[in-house]
Structures are given as C-alpha cells and as structure tokens.
C-alpha cells in the first residue's frame, strides 16, 4: 500500500509513505500490522509515527493503531497549544511531556480493549495486554528542532546538507541479539528513549518499520565484538529520488513489495520519508 498523507509539513517537505505486507505474513494468511501517521501539530510542527505490531501477537495490529494514534494526541496536548518550545531546555522538558502522555494514552486504550476481552469470557486482563504488543518510533520535527521518541527496533535515518546519511535510532537488540522491547512489555519505561536533534542542515527523514532494515542498513563488526548496524551512502538515493514530485509516491510501495526486499524479511514492511524539497 502506498498513501498520500496530503502536505502537512508545509509545502517545502514532501512526504511519501509506503507500507506493504511482509511475504512471511502473506504465507501465514496474516494482514499488515504496521501502522503510520503523519499529522500537523499546531502551525508549525509535524508528527511522524511509525508502529510495528508483533507478528506473533494476536491483536499486535490493533496495539500499532493505538500507538501511533497515542502519539498523535500527546504531540498535539505537549505541543500544539500556545506557542512551540523556545529553546533546546525547552524541546526537553516538552519530550518528556510527550512520552508520558503517549504512554498513559496508549495503555489507556490497550486496558480499555482487554477489560472488554476479559468481560466478554476471553483472558484476563494482565495477559491480553500481551497480545497488543507493538514498538514504536515517533518524531516531532519543526525544522530545526527534531524530538524523537522511541521503543522497539524501528528505525530512523536522517540526511543532512553536506553530511551523509546518519542512523540516529536504532534498536539495541538488533545489535546485540536481544528481545525485542515492545510498548506492553513489563520492562517497557527503561527502554523508552527520547532525544532532541537541533540541527538546520537536515534536510531529510526515513521513519523505517524493522521489517527492511536489512534491506536498507549495513552492519560490521566493531573492535568490542559487537554488530553495529549504520545507514550506507546509498540510502541518500531514497531522498534524492522522493524529493522530486515527478516521481510518483506508489514506486516507493513497488520497491518494498519487490521480490528483492521480499528476501531479505518476512516482516511487513513500512517507510515514511520527508525530505525537504530542493
């Protein structure tokens, strides 16, 4: 599937969203459970928000739809009254707002649909949250300020003028062969990470699901013995390409769908760019 969010980052950045179902789920007779939404927050900030449901979960799709709408509404309660942070002290204090809420909001709503499974015969509520596992990865951008909150293994890349391609958000586990932290894990609040990026020459954004970071990332092994996985110079053809509005948003859908990526993940794959016209 490839969607056109409209422009609500404003008429200098373009943004292509393409989300396809991964082959393995395909075989398995499993829908998408990646969620993405893209939305204005306030006059002058976008969010970007990118939900990978645990394909091993039940309702891991309906838990990806609750993240992604969680962040939705506590970007717009943290920043989208009054007028945006001022200052980097500022983007922090507002981050951490905008963690809080996201996660009170989303359990709110994952409770809410297993008190209503547990009254109706089905698990306890305690073990049905276990079915809405998903991650997620979020950013709040207003040019040059960049929030981001993350748990899980999506990933995000950003190019800057004159700088190559950067992994500013990865996954832990990738690296180092752990389990993967979802939203509903019991561990979850020391696994989220939040940060801010103050940077005016990023001119490009890829919110990636985990389902193409092998077709997307490199990885080598570093002095300590550990795997670590960077973004390559040829991810900057994605920005270069997309950037561009004569190129037409379903290609970036056809590449994910593609018997190339197909290979290299079983996993649904989602990619939501921004990129900064020229």
Sequence with gaps: MQANPGNPAGDTWRITVASVVGPGHVRSGLPNQDRWLVRPIGTRACLYAVADGAGSRDRSGEGAEFAVLAAGKAADSAFGAGQHPDGIDAWRRAMREFRMLCVQRFDRSVDRAAAETQAAGGLPVRESRREFATTLLAVVAAPPYFGYLSVGDCFLVVDRRLGDPRLVVSA????????????????????????????????????CSDGVAEGLLSARMEGDGK???????????????????????RELAAKLASAEFAATSGDDKTIVLAVRRP
Excluded at 187 to 205: F, K, N, P, Q, Y
């Design 172 to 207: 832990p586990e990738r690296e180092h062969a752990g389990a993967t932290t979802f939203l509903t894990s019991d561990h979850r609040d020391e696994h989220l990470t939040t940060g801010v990026l103050l940077d005016d020459r990023i001119s490009a954004l890829a919110l």
């Design 227 to 249: 795997l670590h996985y960077l973004a390559p110079p040829a991810f900057r053809a994605y920005f270069d390409t997309f950037s561009d509005d004569r190129v037409d948003g």
